[in-house]
């Protein structure tokens, strides 16, 4: 699967970013999604994820109630709503699929990677 992320950009704090994540491959649809994050000097980090059939979405607690991870099959992209940003949610925000119907939190089990989309957030 290839992964291309966007929608990463400059926002205030309090302020809203969706972010998208386009696949290609047949097999998309059968894999659970995950969005992850970078912060310069700090590790990657999970974000949130959803499952194959859209079942099922899990969440980092420090972004639980501001995020909303969806997926639309038919045009094969994984969405990531920001919302009430904050100036710590601010990283290098990367899609991944894993082989995995259902999410999994650890990055070492997703499979392929997107190029990462900047998000900034100003105080």
């Known amino acids: 699967v290839q992964l291309q992320a966007s929608g990463g950009g400059l926002v205030q704090a309090g302020g809203s970013l969706r972010l998208s994540c386009a696949a290609s491959?047949?097999?998309?649809?059968?894999?659970?999604m995950g969005w992850f994050r970078q912060a310069p000097g700090k590790e990657r980090e999970f974000v949130a994820g959803i499952n194959w059939n859209g079942g099922g979405t899990y969440y980092t607690d420090s972004v639980k109630g501001r995020f909303t991870i969806s997926r639309d099959k038919a045009k094969n992209t994984v969405y990531l709503q920001m919302n009430s940003l904050k100036p710590e949610d601010a990283a290098v925000y990367y899609c991944a699929a894993t082989r995995n119907i259902v999410v999994v939190a650890t990055a070492e089990k997703y499979n392929d990677w997107g190029q990462g989309t900047l998000v900034t957030v100003s105080s």
């Open positions: 491959g047949r097999t998309f649809s059968t894999y659970a």
